[in-house]
């Protein structure tokens, strides 16, 4: 069975850019959450996502980030401008329920903002 | 502030050696424990996981420990394996207060496994 997948697994650009990372859920899991991983922080939850609405965006570090999940197969995290403290390790998971059951998570898209 | 860590964030055992993870919680309210084992370049992988009305539970070659007296984790490992050398995250699941009816997956810092030939 096909897990969480994220895109791209890298990414590397400028300060200033525009940034979208993609993810796509395992099928049938309703609930889509964004992580950011660095060596300071650890794992962050960012925002997560009940049947595509958002539930908690409180861990959304800042108006420049936003996400959206127009539908149960496919979410973004966007970063607009980017800057040189976002880079990190942004992991996409799902699960079946929030609360009893583990969370899946994808590889990750790697990104640096130089 | 209330926060899941660990006691040790290295361990290094001899290959076929059996290894033991700890971790501490400190949030009473928290039902749900899950353990991740994260490899270089790859995402958070599901282990195993426990619910608070038991205080043990088997899978292949783990063993998760709940205590929830000393509110304490661990994560046993059977015959530890090259392969298990990763980094080992607990999390506890618990219902934020600040948010209603929402739950959040709070990760501890993470123990770095080293399985030594």
């Known amino acids: 069975d096909a897990g969480v997948i994220q895109s791209p697994r890298h990414e590397v650009t400028e300060m200033g850019q525009e940034v979208t990372l993609r993810c796509k859920p395992i099928?049938?899991?309703?609930?889509l959450f964004w992580y950011r991983q660095t060596m300071m922080r650890g794992l962050e939850l960012l925002i997560y996502f009940n049947n595509n609405v958002p539930i908690d965006d409180s861990g959304m570090p800042e108006d420049r980030f936003s996400a959206k999940m127009p539908n149960a197969s496919f979410s973004t995290l966007k970063i607009q401008p980017s800057e040189p403290r976002d880079s990190a390790v942004y992991f996409c998971a799902s699960s079946l329920d929030s609360s009893n059951q583990p969370q899946h998570f994808g590889d990750g898209t790697r990104l640096s903002i130089l | 502030g209330e926060s899941v860590g660990l006691h040790l964030p290295t361990l290094s055992v001899q290959e076929g050696d059996n290894s033991i993870i700890n971790c501490a919680y400190s949030n009473s309210a928290s039902d749900y424990f899950i353990w991740y084992k994260q490899e270089s370049g790859k995402g958070p992988q599901f282990i195993i996981d426990i619910r608070s009305n038991m205080d043990k539970r088997q899978g292949q070659r783990v063993t998760v420990l709940l205590n929830k007296t000393v509110k304490h984790l661990s994560l046993q490992i059977a015959a530890t394996q090259p392969g298990d050398s990763a980094v080992y995250f607990c999390?506890?699941?618990?219902?934020?207060?600040?948010?209603?009816?929402?739950?959040?997956?709070?990760f501890g810092s993470g123990t770095q496994l080293t399985v030594l030939p």
């Open positions: 099928s049938g899991h309703d609930y």
């Open positions: 999390a506890e699941n618990r219902l934020k207060t600040s948010s209603g009816s929402a739950r959040q997956l709070t």
